[in-house]
């Protein structure tokens, strides 16, 4: 077989060679141990849990070694195509705060090693695959569909392996004038890799979160390019990630299963392959059983859904690392201030197999994040969701910035700042009582005070209430009216015999938060009356004492 005929008579336009190709992507010129790593979506709009949690491995690798972090758009699937994913790709990595140093931008490229959108290099990869015809490591495959599944029908009746390959690899071999006969007529075709692996033989591989292992080798005559030209994924990986020089792959452990394929293609190609970050399945706890996240059943597996509701970037990202690095909390516990990128990603602490990810706990890091910020930073936060999100709110919280920024500080900063915001979509609901607009109290008080007891608590205290005390005063101030009705102002000796008492002070205070904020939980009180203004706060005590 003249498999350079073949070559041309399959490739008639591609002129280049595989040395102009490789003369455009020079090596790069990098710190000793810089790693080069990638973000490679499919811009199919649907950006996942799974991408960010990758990425977040990409970045940190990447920019802790003084390396490359870039992006690149892996669009060989156009059925799947949206318009606007690669903008919703860019807009989520600026949002997460994942700064890329080149690659795809909305309407181009920035960075010597592009095109960095695969349709783009139709014709690189078919220079590569020109030159493998030649060789005789590819050929091209006419098989139909209903003749791969005659094959797969008799491969079940025989109880043989499925798929594409040795004997049953049936245009392997097609003497050259049928192939030409064949395309003069029009029939389309793939190129196919001609395996010369047996699965008898195992290959030794080391990946960087799993270890050395074992894998059979590949003896699928598998398709690098579809009947449009355009590459599959494998050969596109092999191709693009040699010339755009990546040093590390990170991507999903479900592609373990076709590694032995890329092994095989980086051989063929005679390239160094780059070292593997194979990452686990994020998974859920389902009823008490652990499966994978499915974008059907699971809203949270969505990027856009922490948008929405309101999970500050930083509380995902640091719940994320969580998950990735073992030792992260650890270091968090060690340095609770200290900023993200000084913690030190290492793949040796990445988890082997399935990582849980539990919203509580992702709930807990989010109240601890924005516990630690500042009134100002929560303000912007806030402001910044809910301008998009909720603009009624936005608008009430920007009619006077200073006494929204007063209300965010209660309870914040010193040794147990108050968690009480989880997510922004949240904040509306418990900062409601400040703005009169929002203010819908729920009146239930403590069970066992009467309704008489609390009917003279708020009538008397509006006359007692001085917005002058100071916390200390102002609890002097709700000691004695707790004693007008009779209720223990002493908590150590009230518990030691309730029944000796109707209330006590707590009962009280509590009387009183209820009326002036609309339920029993709220922030410290004697602040809260005081940002709201005595009038209101009176008002408040008045109107709740007269529905008793
Ligand atoms: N386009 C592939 C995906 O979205 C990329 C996998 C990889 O990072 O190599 O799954």
């Not at 001609?194 to 699928?220: C, H, I, W, Y």
Request: with cysteine.
């Amino acid at each position: 077989m003249d498999y350079s005929a073949l070559a041309d008579l399959l490739f008639p336009g591609i002129d280049t060679t595989p040395a102009d190709i490789e003369a455009r992507y020079p090596a790069r010129v990098l710190p000793e141990g810089a790693k080069v790593t990638r973000m490679a979506p499919s811009p199919t709009g649907f950006m996942h849990l799974g991408n960010l949690f990758g990425a977040i491995a990409d970045e940190r690798l990447a920019h802790q070694s003084g390396g490359v972090f870039y992006l690149r758009i892996e669009d060989t699937d156009q059925k799947r195509e949206v318009p606007g994913a690669v903008e919703t790709i860019l807009q989520v990595f600026s949002d997460y705060e994942l700064p890329f140093d080149e690659g795809a931008t909305v309407d181009g490229d920035n960075g010597l090693y592009g095109p960095y959108r695969q349709r783009q290099r139709a014709q690189i990869y078919q220079t590569y695959a020109k030159w493998l015809v030649r060789q005789g490591k590819a050929y091209p495959c006419f098989c139909t569909e209903d003749e791969l599944a005659a094959i797969r029908e008799k491969q079940a009746e025989r109880k043989e392996n499925f798929g594409y390959y040795g004997k049953w690899a049936v245009y392997r071999d097609m003497p050259f004038d049928e192939v030409r006969g064949k395309l003069e007529a029009g029939e389309p075709f793939v190129l196919r890799f001609r395996s010369e692996g047996d699965p008898a033989r195992r290959v030794k591989f080391t990946d960087l979160v799993k270890g050395t292992m074992e894998l059979p080798e590949n003896d699928q005559d598998v398709v690098l390019l579809k009947s449009d030209g355009i590459p599959t994924y494998h050969f596109a990986h092999v191709v693009d990630d040699h010339l755009m020089g990546t040093t590390h792959v990170v991507r999903g452990e479900e592609w373990l299963a076709t590694l032995p394929i890329h092994i095989q293609l980086f051989a063929a190609m005679g390239w160094r392959m780059p070292k593997y970050v194979h990452t686990a399945q994020l998974m859920k706890l389902d009823n008490g059983n652990k499966r994978k996240l499915s974008k059907r059943k699971d809203p949270e597996l969505a990027l856009d859904f922490y948008q929405r509701q309101g999970y500050c970037v930083a509380a995902v990202k640091e719940y994320l690392l969580t998950l990735l690095n073992s030792n992260f909390e650890d270091w968090r516990l060690a340095n609770p201030e200290a900023p993200l990128d000084q913690f030190a990603f290492n793949t040796k602490k990445m988890g082997v197999s399935g990582a849980l990810f539990d919203m509580e706990k992702l709930d807990d890091v989010s109240k601890n994040v924005i516990s630690r910020m500042t009134a100002d930073e929560v303000y912007t936060h806030l402001t910044d969701w809910a301008r998009r999100y909720d603009p009624d709110f936005c608008a009430l919280l920007e009619r006077d910035p200073a006494y929204s920024k007063a209300i965010l500080s209660i309870g914040r900063g010193g040794k147990k700042p108050r968690k009480d915001i989880t997510v922004w979509s949240g904040a509306k609901e418990y900062l409601s009582f400040f703005f009169d607009e929002l203010f819908k109290p729920d009146l239930t008080y403590p069970e066992h005070v009467t309704a008489a007891d609390a009917k003279k608590l708020l009538t008397d205290y509006q006359t007692m209430y001085d917005p002058a005390d100071d916390g200390g005063t102002w609890f002097e101030r709700v000691k004695t009216l707790a004693e007008s009705v009779g209720y223990a102002t002493n908590m150590k000796e009230y518990k030691k015999d309730p029944a000796a008492w109707p209330g006590n002070v707590a009962d009280a205070s509590m009387v009183l938060r209820v009326a002036v904020t609309g339920r029993q939980n709220s922030p410290d009180l004697c602040e809260v009356m005081k940002l709201l203004g005595p009038a209101r706060s009176i008002e408040r005590l008045r109107l709740a004492a007269e529905k008793l």
